[in-house]
């Protein structure tokens, strides 16, 4: 005999949270908050990015001024990449690239972030409700979890993660020429130079505060006292892991807005502030 309590089974047989196993409760969620504002909100960023780095990744223009070069465009691949006086405009793959070259090289941090465990759960949560939050039933009739294609990729972040590594390398070089002045002399430090520090800092710690990271770091190690240096650089990578959340987001805003001020320096929207 039914029960008032047990759910629904019109549409063939339970599986996930309505499976024979779990506890019949009709109700989707118990929850009296607003539950639905931080996935919202995070579908919401999320979306801004990708429409924003979107555009700017195919409008192959307006990504160099001297001597800031936006990151999505560095390192510049292709011969098509406008000239980069200093910078690394190695035009490797010559002149059979006839797209943007943003396209060549946004691959490794984009995959990096796609595949970020950190991401993951925002994107999972913000567009497929998959939990739409904490004890909030997700909506879907099944659950496979990450074993089959594409979610199946998600396991190659470790190897995004050391393509990540010499990208923020080059993005660390190219901070380092924004201390030169239009004429590329050094000494010249204006608020590009302070953006782009900001920047490559957050870049660096959300690198490092990956889990993979922290793996690679102290990973697979029996007796943390036989191993000092790995367990003193374990301890300082879980610091930053603490943190990953925050260090994500703050990255992806600085990343932007390290592009954008290069695109409204390039379009002369207004001149560089200079502090000397």
Request: with cysteine.
């Amino acid at each position: 005999m039914a029960t008032g309590t047990q759910p629904p089974t019109s549409h063939g047989a339970a599986t996930g949270v309505r499976s024979p196993g779990r506890a019949a409760i009709a109700a989707r969620h118990l929850r009296t908050d607003r539950w639905w504002l931080s996935p919202a909100a995070t579908a919401a960023g999320l979306l801004a990015f990708v429409a924003y780095s979107t555009w700017r990744a195919f409008a192959n223009a307006d990504y160099y001024a001297a001597p800031y070069v936006s990151p999505f465009y560095s390192p510049c691949l292709a011969e098509n990449c406008v000239p980069m006086r200093g910078g690394p405009n190695w035009a490797i793959l010559g002149s059979w690239w006839g797209l943007s070259p943003a396209l060549l090289i946004l691959v490794f941090p984009l995959g990096f972030r796609l595949t970020c465990y950190y991401y993951r759960k925002a994107y999972y949560r913000g567009f497929w409700a998959a939990p739409p939050a904490c004890a909030v039933a997700e909506p879907h009739r099944t659950y496979t979890g990450e074993t089959r294609f594409p979610l199946l990729l998600q396991n190659l972040h470790r190897y995004f993660f050391y393509a990540a590594l010499p990208v923020a390398g080059i993005l660390t070089y190219d901070t380092a020429l924004t201390f030169r002045n239009s004429d590329y002399a050094w000494g010249h430090a204006g608020l590009g130079t302070l953006i782009f520090l900001v920047n490559i800092a957050l870049i660096w710690a959300y690198t490092l505060s990956c889990h993979s990271c922290r793996h690679i770091v102290g990973g697979r190690l029996r007796h943390f006292s036989k191993h000092p240096v790995r367990y003193r650089l374990w301890t300082w990578v879980g610091r930053l892991n603490r943190r990953h959340m925050q260090l994500a987001w703050a990255s992806l805003i600085s990343v932007a807005v390290c592009d954008l001020y290069v695109y409204l320096l390039a379009t002369g929207a207004f001149d560089d502030p200079r502090f000397f």
